[in-house]
């Protein structure tokens, strides 16, 4: 880690912030020391703040100099002087999708490090725009994608390496939740989903927001996605959401693979698997009954459990072998939480990037996070085509 804790700037106040918040608190102290906020909203800048100053005070503040706040990145450009900080400071940009692109690479135009909640962009314009951009700039982009780091999505790949359920031929992602008990997302003044009830803003509905960090595991897990066929709808009008509240999915993984464990057996053609997402308004769910993920391999199986995207929940795996026929919890269903420690090891991740000012690491976010979009964007045509749709093909023949 650098002499010094790296100046960080946190653009956008949204309440998936709190969570990054509570995961730089979680770092070594001398990590990074936050130094301003930037959000339109006075209110959400005052919230980030209180957790700020209530939560790690001692060591991503400044005791001796005051916070400072401003509504909008070029306010922070104007009025910070970059070039008197040393270390210079990184981005953290949390924002709306559609200022995705335009925030980053004004960032990136600056000489600063960026780094960026996913999606990469919601459209392949964006992603393109993004790739070429990181490749002619002084800072690096790295995109925040917390889900590999989810511990139990971790430790299922590594079982999965170490052929523990023997060869995988099948894998089941679903995504649900209910705003009912939504923790992740906030709600706007009037109660509604805000910016990401909007097509524009967003770039679509529950597939390219939270269901990338489902879409992302799979791709973990099974390799590369070759091809999709599915559909989208919107079957919740009490979301106000104009892009899809459901959709499921079939994804066909490429036929060149990664890991031994993903070749899968003579003529039984090409590993499969299935994505379905789902939200709902204020229905109750059945959460702890329905696997986030279902990995089934020709030894075994691993569930990880479904228990609720809430401080409670979003963990527990379950291994099934020969050698525990009856299943053996390797996290507990129980294990406070589950999804939200993926939040930690992402961060730890990029801070080894910036203080190595790793390049290759922080291309490889950037263009992991570019073919998630490309699986949510192909989904969204074959919706419409109703036919399969190649991802490879569908990103890289926009983006060449």
């Known amino acids: 880690m650098p002499a010094q804790p790296r100046p960080l700037i946190i653009v956008g106040c949204g309440q998936i912030v709190t969570h990054h918040c509570s995961a730089l608190a979680a770092l070594p102290p001398g990590t990074f020391r936050v ?56 981005l953290f940009i949390s924002v709306p999708h559609d200022l995705h692109v335009p925030l980053a690479k004004h960032a990136l135009d600056a000489g600063l490090d960026v780094i960026m909640e996913k999606p990469l962009a919601p459209t392949l314009e964006g992603c393109r725009e993004l790739l070429q951009h990181t490749d002619q700039s002084t800072g690096m982009l790295i995109i925040s994608e917390q889900s590999p780091y989810w511990q139990e999505v971790a430790k299922a790949k590594e079982l999965l390496q170490a ?40 770039g679509g509905g529950i597939v390219i927001d939270g269901g990338l960090h489902w879409l992302r595991p799979l791709r973990e897990f099974c390799g590369e996605v070759e091809s999709v066929v599915g559909v989208c709808r919107n079957a919740e009008a009490g979301l106000g959401m104009e892009g899809e509240t459901l959709a499921h999915a079939l994804l066909k993984m490429s036929k060149s693979v990664s890991s031994s464990y993903q070749t899968q057996p003579a003529n039984s053609g090409q590993l499969v698997a299935t994505f379905s997402a789902n939200m709902m308004h204020t229905a109750p769910m059945a959460h702890g009954e329905c696997p986030y993920f279902r990995l089934t391999g020709t030894k075994g199986e691993m569930i990880i459990y479904g228990t609720g995207l809430n401080p409670d929940g979003g963990g527990g795996l379950k291994l099934y072998n020969e050698e525990h026929v009856g299943g053996i919890d ?42 998630d979009v490309g699986v949510a964007l192909a989904l969204y045509k074959s919706s419409e085509s109703g036919k399969w749709e190649d991802c490879e093909q569908f990103l890289n023949s926009e983006t060449s």
């Not at 523990?164 to 109660?191: F, K, P, Q, V």
């Not at 930690?344 to 996070?369: C, H, P, Q, Y």
């Open 330 to 371: 390797l996290f507990p269903r129980d294990r406070q939480g589950g999804f939200f420690l993926g939040f930690l090891g992402v961060w730890e991740v990029v801070a080894g990037i910036l203080a190595d000012e790793d390049r290759g690491k922080a291309s490889d976010t950037v263009r992991n996070a570019a073919a």
């Open 163 to 202: 052929g523990a359920i023997g060869t995988l031929i099948s894998a089941a992602a679903y995504y649900y939740e209910s705003m009912r008990d939504n923790i992740t997302s906030g709600t706007d003044a009037a109660g509604g989903l805000g910016w990401r009830a909007s097509l524009e803003r967003a």
């Open 35 to 90: 130094v301003a906020l930037v959000d339109p909203s006075t209110e959400r800048r005052r919230v980030i703040a209180a957790q700020l100053r209530e939560e790690a005070s001692s060591h991503l503040l400044d005791k001796e100099k005051p916070l400072a706040e401003h509504a909008s990145l070029d306010d922070v450009l104007r009025a910070e002087n970059m070039d008197d900080m040393c270390p210079k400071p990184a």
